[in-house]
């Protein structure tokens, strides 16, 4: 959602309680912003697909600011919101700029240097379709960072857990910048094997060694005007640290058996969920290479420390899922688990729940009863009794879809008094129904999102609770 001032911004505006004259409208169009007025929410879902940012007046809360940003989560959209706010209501701009507005302006502020100033950054229309999540307060400053970072010319360096979305913030600095147009090339230097990495980063030339029939391009010739992006950094050998130091330094490169310098014209950005301060005192990383790519660092906090990413990411994972044009909705009760859980594999393993609970869902609504979290892990839900009768089980069979509980599991169900107990009842039926739908123990293994050996384990637990798996063998 960032872009040249060059370009005109559009701009959604919703104002429910004054029309938008047209001496204002010309001191915005001055201001470089285009506008959409909608006068209800429901207005708003097609209006945002085109929107760079959407501006909202407030009254005497922050209500209506909170009303959109879940509106504009459950969409799938990620657009940033500028609140206008009337000058003697304080204690509304300070609230606002809490829940993560981008910006505050008074309400009767018209003065177009104003207005770019605040959208200062805000426009690129390659962002507008991606499915990117900064909801909570953590990650829309996170993102507002970013957003100057990637106009400039430097390295950047991403830190944080595996599977936070480091690769997700670095496609959002590329196409935040100026060479957004550029490819963006990506290599995760964990995943390939010593002996090829310096082949994949740098090419070789025809003849270079046995095999090389024909020249080879590396990433940093193939990004030419673009990104590379070097993820897990810190397992990059220590050898090669000292010839990526070298590129960095002269932005040329030979490759492999060649001896003509080759120009680069690229920006890197690296990522590492290691601390390379320690891998540098134990001679794992260096120094100096530290300090070429780490000209600005931008640190993504983990999944639990962001809380309100975690439903928008749901939703927008559910959407990809939705079948027939149909939407999956989540239960409240889904949602406070969703919540309340501490997300250890991060945004990956909210894929996997999401994936899950698409599997056991018959419905269109996603209930307690079908999330299954890694390795029998689940919230702290003791607080949050429910009776069992509120909880939906797959009883009968249909022409399509068999009955997925054998009766002790459907009893157990039945019997739970709590969150706690029913998330380990479903668990159960959460194995049987994929063990009834696939042919082998290693597909419904893939299909439950979790491995072989752990399936094998689970069945052993419910064989020692008196479960009949004899249809499973």
Excluded at 59 to 70: F, G, I, K, P
Excluded at 200 to 206: A, P, Q, S, Y
Excluded at 271 to 293: C, G, H, P, S, V
Excluded at 299 to 328: C, F, M, N, T
Aim: glycine share 6%.
């Amino acid at each position: 959602m960032i872009a040249s001032s060059v370009n005109a911004l559009h701009a959604v505006w919703l104002d429910p309680f004054s029309p938008l004259g047209e001496a204002e409208r010309a001191q915005l169009d001055a201001a470089g912003v285009t506008l959409e007025c909608v006068s209800t929410l429901g207005e708003m879902n097609l209006a945002l697909r085109r929107a760079h940012v959407l501006v909202v007046r407030l009254s005497d809360s922050a209500d209506l600011l909170l009303e959109v940003q879940t509106l504009i989560a459950q969409l799938g959209h990620s657009v940033p919101v500028l609140c206008r706010v009337e000058r003697r209501r304080l204690e509304v701009v300070v609230e606002a700029m809490r829940l993560g507005a981008l910006h505050v302006l008074p309400a009767d502020e018209w003065d177009p240097n104003a207005w770019r100033e605040a959208l200062q950054g805000l426009n690129a229309p390659e962002l507008k379709n991606k499915s990117y999540v900064f909801v909570d307060p953590v990650s829309q400053h996170l993102l507002a960072l970013a957003q100057r970072v990637a106009q400039a010319e430097v390295t950047a360096l991403l830190v944080g857990p595996t599977g936070a979305g480091k690769e997700v913030l670095a496609r959002v600095l590329h196409e935040a910048s100026p060479r957004a147009k550029g490819p963006f090339v990506a290599m995760n230097c964990a995943a390939l094997p010593e002996h090829l990495i310096e082949d994949m980063l740098f090419g070789h030339e025809k003849g270079a060694f046995t095999g090389a029939l024909k020249e080879h391009k590396g990433l940093f010739e193939q990004a030419h005007g673009g990104t590379v992006f070097l993820d897990e950094i810190g397992e990059m050998p220590i050898h090669l640290q000292a010839k990526l130091l070298r590129v960095l330094q002269e932005k040329k490169l030979n490759r492999l058996g060649g001896e003509t310098p080759i120009s680069l014209d690229v920006r890197v950005i690296a990522a590492t969920n290691k601390d390379l301060k320690q891998a540098i005192q134990q001679r794992e990383f260096r120094e100096d290479l530290y300090f070429r790519i780490s000209t600005f660092r931008l640190r993504i906090q983990p999944l639990a420390e962001r809380p309100g990413d975690i439903v928008p990411l749901v939703l927008q994972s559910l959407a990809r899922h939705a079948k027939e044009g149909v939407p999956y909705t989540l239960s409240t009760e889904a949602r406070e688990m969703l919540v309340q859980y501490s997300w250890p594999g991060n945004v990956r393993e909210l894929e996997n729940v999401v994936q899950r609970a698409v599997v056991l869902c018959n419905g269109r609504t996603i209930t307690p009863v079908h999330l299954m979290f890694d390795e029998g892990q689940s919230p702290d839900l003791q607080m949050m009794a429910a009776p069992a009768a509120t909880i939906p089980v797959a009883s009968t069979a249909t022409p399509d879809v068999p009955a997925l509980l054998p009766e002790p599991v459907e009893e157990a169900v039945q019997s739970a008094i709590n969150l706690q107990h029913a998330v380990k009842s479903s668990e159960q039926q959460i194995i049987m129904a994929a063990l009834q739908s696939t042919e082998s123990r290693e597909e419904a293994a893939r299909k439950l999102g979790i491995s072989p050996r752990t399936l094998r384990y689970k069945l052993a637990q419910l064989r020692s609770r008196g479960m009949s798996l004899s249809f499973a063998e």
